[in-house]
């Protein structure tokens, strides 16, 4: 009798083993089947392309001429990680209460908080949009994984998703900043930011602007600065769709970093 029962025993947690292992099978496959979901929204296109796991940029890109993004700028072109939004959302809200702080001190300040609250911002995933590039060259060819996935692991079962905006070549350059509102002025050969200052109209620049340096934020995220001042006056490119900068100068201890969040918030604004 008691072999019996101890037969029984061993019968039920031999059942209740398998029982919750199986379970763990389940759970891990349905966690690995949500996590290998991506999908990437082209919305110049107006078409979404989904995949049952992760593909690589290549992928991507190839799907998205199949389906009619032909001929797009590669220095325009935009991903950003759906993921990540809270990273981008938490550097407008920072930079707008500086701005806002820095108005109670100097009022013409509110013309750049409109203008930057007037921009979509999306959390940038900077890589090369170059299809030839990235076909090329692997380390060009990333997996599209989140980076928020990739640095916390407790969200690895959100489903990926990217927007790619693949548009074609601008025409013309965005100016913002120390100014009264931002203006679009038509893309110049071979221009310089002194060829685009004087197109703007007499007296627009804020009497905190900075008089001898600039920012010119590339479309493809990359960051120069440019000295424009007749003593300090240097040649520099600047790509169809870049957005220029006016700094504040000589900001007070407490905004030193002002200037920067904004170039780095710009950095992730939707070029359309």
Same mark, same amino acid.
Do not use: C
């Given at each position: 009798?008691?072999?019996?029962?101890?037969?029984?025993?061993?019968?039920?947690?031999?059942?209740?083993?398998?029982?919750?292992?199986?379970?763990?099978?389940?759970?891990?496959?349905?966690?690995?089947?949500?996590?290998?979901?991506?999908?990437?929204?082209?919305?110049?296109?107006?078409?979404?392309?989904?995949?049952?796991?992760?593909?690589?940029?290549?992928?991507? @890109?190839?799907?998205? &001429?199949?389906?009619?993004?032909? %001929?797009?700028?590669?220095?325009? +072109? #935009?991903? *950003? !990680?759906?993921?990540?939004?809270?990273?981008?959302?938490?550097?407008?809200?920072?930079?707008?209460?500086?701005?806002?702080?820095?108005?109670?001190?100097?009022?013409?300040?509110?013309?750049?908080?409109?203008?930057?609250?007037?921009?979509?911002?999306?959390?940038?995933?900077?890589?090369?949009?170059?299809?030839?590039?990235?076909?090329?060259?692997?380390?060009?060819?990333? @997996?599209?994984?989140? &980076?928020?996935?990739?640095?916390? %692991?407790?969200?690895?079962?959100? +489903? #990926?998703? *990217? !927007?790619?905006?693949?548009?074609?070549?601008?025409?013309?350059?965005?100016?913002?900043?120390?100014?009264?509102?931002?203006?679009?002025?038509?893309?110049?050969?071979?221009?310089?930011?002194?060829?685009?200052?004087?197109?703007?109209?007499?007296?627009?620049?804020?009497?905190?602007?900075?008089?001898?340096?600039?920012?010119?934020?590339?479309?493809?995220?990359?960051?120069?600065?440019?000295?424009?001042?007749?003593?300090?006056?240097?040649?520099?490119?600047?790509?169809?769709?870049?957005?220029?900068?006016?700094?504040?100068?000589?900001?007070?201890?407490?905004?030193?970093?002002?200037?920067?969040?904004?170039?780095?918030?710009?950095?992730?604004?939707?070029?359309?």
């Amino acid at each position: 009798m008691k072999s019996l029962m101890k037969f029984g025993k061993r019968a039920a947690l031999a059942s209740l083993f398998s029982s919750l292992f199986l379970s763990s099978v389940a759970n891990a496959l349905s966690l690995e089947q949500k996590t290998q979901e991506l999908s990437v929204e082209l919305p110049v296109q107006g078409i979404t392309l989904k995949y049952s796991q992760p593909v690589r940029l290549e992928q991507v @890109l190839g799907d998205a &001429k199949a389906n009619g993004a032909l %001929g797009y700028f590669p220095l325009s +072109a #935009q991903l *950003f !990680d759906r993921n990540a939004q809270q990273e981008v959302d938490t550097l407008k809200a920072q930079v707008i209460e500086q701005l806002n702080q820095l108005a109670l001190q100097e009022p013409q300040v509110k013309s750049v908080i409109t203008q930057l609250e007037s921009f979509e911002y999306q959390a940038r995933y900077f890589v090369d949009l170059d299809r030839n590039a990235v076909i090329s060259q692997p380390e060009k060819n990333p @997996l599209l994984l989140s &980076k928020d996935t990739v640095l916390e %692991g407790d969200k690895s079962n959100q +489903a #990926q998703r *990217f !927007d790619l905006y693949l548009t074609q070549r601008a025409t013309d350059l965005t100016l913002v900043g120390a100014v009264k509102q931002a203006h679009k002025l038509k893309l110049i050969e071979h221009g310089q930011l002194d060829n685009y200052l004087s197109m703007l109209p007499e007296g627009e620049l804020l009497d905190i602007a900075d008089k001898s340096i600039a920012f010119v934020i590339q479309p493809d995220g990359h960051v120069d600065e440019v000295s424009y001042a007749y003593w300090n006056s240097k040649q520099a490119y600047f790509a169809p769709g870049a957005i220029l900068f006016i700094a504040f100068d000589s900001l007070p201890s407490e905004f030193s970093t002002l200037n920067q969040n904004i170039i780095e918030l710009l950095r992730h604004k939707v070029n359309l």
